[in-house]
């Protein structure tokens, strides 16, 4: 049983000792690389999570810097979050939004000199979507892909939506070398899903355009990427990347101090804090992540209906603020729509109060003076610095002063998920990240139409109530909009739409933090990529 808020300042003191009295055998049969010539590779610590090095199948957050920077995309996003050409030299669309012309760089080669022509965009993206794999949904408003020379890629929609050229910048619509990866038993066609063996050899080979190339892969271990010197445009900063699977914050920061390590990429506040002073830089930046609570109104055995005054008066009575102090040490921000701060329609929208006497009288005129019990079942982990059974231990103390019982149960991810898409668990509590620079990926996901992610998991099935019936028709005209300024609009009223909903409850965006050695530099955070390797130097 893991123990309670109160115990916060004992992990911290044991993080500070730990980091004193460990960095002298951290540096103990490891390579001290910041004596080394600058042909060394760039390190960095962090919890690999791959579960693929195929493009169109993988599906984590060490994915997205590897698919940035071993494949290319037509665009790409620049530090100001603008939509900037990649492969493709320029694009356009017809008024509707409907249909959008790519124009690909004629410079542009794959990393065996081969030329990156539209027939590769089209086999890429086709095989995408016919993988059916986490990101075909991607592909899912895509009806055609034309190539009619070699340089022009002529794609068509079923619907209109403006945030297209943001969507291929995406990781995983990175564009491979279609003969290379065919000849290698990779296929783009409706059976591909079944067919397509492509995937193996992608573990130990890369087919892409990009800064880096694979060197090699060792599971649960390491990740090698090598510059590739033929690159057709800037060549990346370092000759080599190398990704050491470290588990927790304390560890990575033992190699960060000894010089093993020039990046660690999973360090929490408390940790953060030991740091400062020494001869790593520390930076926290906003981020575009975060952590929500979800209600379950349709799931299978509740102890009383979750209705809309009963949701608001479980919202009023979470203390937002306290809950960041708790968790993160105050480095974070509460968040009150799901949509990242920063994105579209994710900013000014007005954070819950913490109000117990409200949501005590609410709970009283739903019939619940007396309180209830819920059960919440949700993933054992620590994301973004959050450990989340620390988090709902904060929850539970919380809703326990308004007479709700919250009984605990944190499981293994896959068995949460499970959970989640089976019966339902009245209450629980998981985190979200961006697959892409846009709002409608957060509108589809969390909105509550019919059909969606947390339509059905929210048990739609036995509650058909919490159907949002008016959502898609806000985000369709947001797609739509002529100019960025309308979109924003729309989907800020798609923002608030979700936040009056409260089932879909968001808790915290927790800041980033940055952590690299005094001699490395160019280390930033992106929406498209997470970590733009081909801009870091030391």
């Not at 939509?83 to 794959?110: C, D, I, R």
């Not at 509550?448 to 806000?474: H, Q, Y």
């Not at 729309?490 to 739409?497: K, P």
């Amino acid at each position: 049983m893991r123990k309670g808020v109160t115990s916060q300042w004992l992990r911290a003191s044991r993080r500070a000792a730990l980091l004193s009295a460990a960095v002298t055998a951290a540096v103990i049969g490891t390579a001290n690389f910041a004596a080394q010539a600058q042909d060394r590779p760039l390190v960095i610590a962090r919890d690999m999570d791959i579960n693929s090095l195929d493009p169109s199948r993988a599906w984590c957050d060490t994915c997205q810097i590897y698919d940035s920077a071993v494949y290319e995309q037509l665009t790409t996003l620049d530090k100001d979050m603008k939509t900037v050409p990649l492969l493709a030299e320029s694009w356009a669309s017809n008024k509707e939004m409907t249909e959008f012309t790519f124009k690909l760089n004629a410079a542009a080669k794959f990393s065996d000199g081969s030329p990156v022509e539209a027939k590769d965009v089209k086999w890429s993206f086709e095989r995408l979507k016919n993988l059916k794999g986490n990101a075909a949904f991607f592909t899912d408003s895509i009806a055609s892909i034309e190539a009619p020379d070699a340089h022009t890629v002529l794609i068509k929609l079923t619907l209109a939506n403006s945030e297209f050229p943001q969507m291929v910048a995406a990781p995983n619509m990175a564009i491979l070398n279609s003969d290379v990866v065919a000849e290698h038993g990779g296929l783009a066609d409706e059976g591909a899903a079944e067919k397509d063996k492509g995937e193996e050899w992608l573990l130990a080979n890369s087919a892409g355009s990009g800064t880096f190339v694979l060197e090699k892969y060792e599971p649960n271990a390491e990740l090698r990427l090598k510059r590739n010197d033929a690159y057709w445009g800037k060549k990346a900063l370092v000759p080599a990347v190398v990704f050491r699977q470290v588990k927790d914050a304390v560890a990575q920061a033992q190699l960060l101090q000894s010089g093993s390590a020039d990046i660690a990429m999973q360090i929490d506040p408390d940790t953060a804090k030991s740091l400062e002073g020494s001869n790593v830089k520390v930076e926290r930046a906003t981020s575009f992540n975060f952590l929500y609570i979800a209600l379950s109104p349709g799931a299978k055995g509740l102890q009383a209906k979750l209705t809309p005054e009963v949701r608001e008066a479980i919202s009023l009575a979470i203390d937002r603020q306290g809950l960041i102090d708790v968790t993160l040490g105050g480095a974070g921000k509460p968040m009150a729509a799901a949509i990242p701060l920063g994105f579209p329609g994710g900013d000014g929208h007005e954070i819950p109060k913490y109000d117990p006497d409200k949501a005590k009288e609410l709970l009283a005129k739903a019939g619940y003076a007396d309180g209830f019990t819920l059960e919440s079942t949700y993933p054992g982990m620590n994301v973004y610095g959050v450990d989340l059974s620390v988090m709902m231990q904060k929850i539970q103390q919380d809703l326990s002063k308004v007479g709700i019982k919250v009984d605990l149960t944190p499981v293994p991810f896959a068995n949460w998920r499970e959970k989640v898409n089976g019966d339902g668990t009245p209450l629980t509590a998981v985190f979200f990240a961006p697959d892409f620079y846009g709002a409608s990926g957060y509108v589809d996901y969390f909105g509550l139409a019919e059909g969606s992610v947390w339509a059905k998991r929210a048990g739609a099935a036995n509650d058909p109530s919490i159907v949002n019936t008016k959502i898609t028709a806000v985000r369709n005209a947001a797609l739509a909009a002529a100019t960025p300024e309308e979109a924003n609009k729309l989907w800020f009223e798609a923002g608030e739409m979700m936040a009056k909903d409260r089932i879909i409850i968001p808790m915290v965006s927790p800041d980033l933090i940055l952590t690299y050695g005094d001699k490395v530099s160019g280390v930033r955070y992106s929406a498209c990529c997470n970590l733009p390797l081909a801009e870091i130097k030391y």
